[in-house]
């Protein structure tokens, strides 16, 4: 069965402490992986997309590696402004060719104190 | 993504009443999709569609839910005759084409109560 497993569930961190998060998959075949990030109340709000093991991709101050079986999530010197749940997906093959039909894990909930 | 519109945000409903949760896609969008996220859960997958089609509802319930994306206006999710374990969040995301370079916008979601 395709999974998809985050942790920490929770992360507390202080400002400038830098850290990552981290996603461990399961899936019959990789399309994609995604990670997302939410805020209370809001939807999901994409980041990145990664396709193969050995792609990285940066914006600001996180940076999402890939490999065979998990991807990270790295956050350096996070500020308050970065606490959110950050949400990992991953596309399996076997579904249709849209980006819809993504398996989400659970999130982990990030919190950063000045 | 907050080109993607829901409505409403916030929906209360009695146990067997009907629920419909809308959805307008980002401007040029034709491609929806429905995820459902119950408290303390990850998102789940409920049901893709294009322009009056349904191409993918693997992840619908088979009894009560249906969802519709006609020619003209949004895309509905229904629930019908809904009870307490129906209440959660409702996120609808739309994409400009169904490849895996393009990726989904979501809205901000409907949370549904049901008392």
């Known amino acids: 069965e395709d999974q998809v497993t985050q942790s920490p569930e929770a992360l507390r961190l202080q400002e400038g402490e830098s850290s990552s998060l981290n996603c461990s998959y399961t899936?019959?075949?990789?399309?994609?992986l995604f990670w997302y990030r939410q805020d209370p109340g809001k939807g999901p709000e994409f980041l990145f997309t990664?396709?193969?093991a050995g792609e990285e991709k940066e914006k600001e101050r996180l940076k999402a590696t890939l490999t065979k079986k998990e991807s990270f999530l790295h956050i350096t010197a996070p500020k308050p402004e970065d606490s959110a749940t950050y949400l990992c997906?991953?596309?399996?093959?076997?579904?249709?060719?849209?980006?819809?039909?993504?398996?989400f894990g659970k999130g982990t909930k990030l919190s950063v104190k000045p | 993504n907050a080109g993607v519109m829901q409505n409403p945000r916030h929906l209360v409903r009695r146990r067997g009443q009907e629920a419909r949760l809308r959805c307008s896609p980002m401007?040029?969008?034709?491609?929806v999709y429905w995820y459902r996220q119950l408290p303390e859960e990850g998102l789940k997958f409920m049901v893709y569609?294009?322009?009056?089609?349904?191409?993918?509802e693997s992840g619908m319930p088979k009894e009560r839910f249906s969802a519709e994306f006609p020619k003209e206006g949004p895309s509905i999710l229904r629930i019908q005759q809904v009870v307490r374990g129906d209440s959660a969040a409702y996120f609808c995301?739309?994409?400009?084409?169904?490849?895996?370079?393009?990726?989904?916008?979501f809205g901000q979601g409907t949370r549904l109560t049901v008392v």
């Open positions: 995301a739309s994409s400009l084409t169904p490849t895996q370079n393009t990726e989904a916008f």
């Open positions: 899936v019959s075949g990789l399309r994609g």
């Open positions: 990664l396709y193969s």
């Open positions: 997906a991953v596309q399996a093959a076997g579904y249709g060719g849209s980006q819809g039909n993504l398996i």
């Open positions: 401007k040029g969008h034709s491609h």
């Open positions: 569609l294009q322009k009056e089609n349904i191409i993918d």
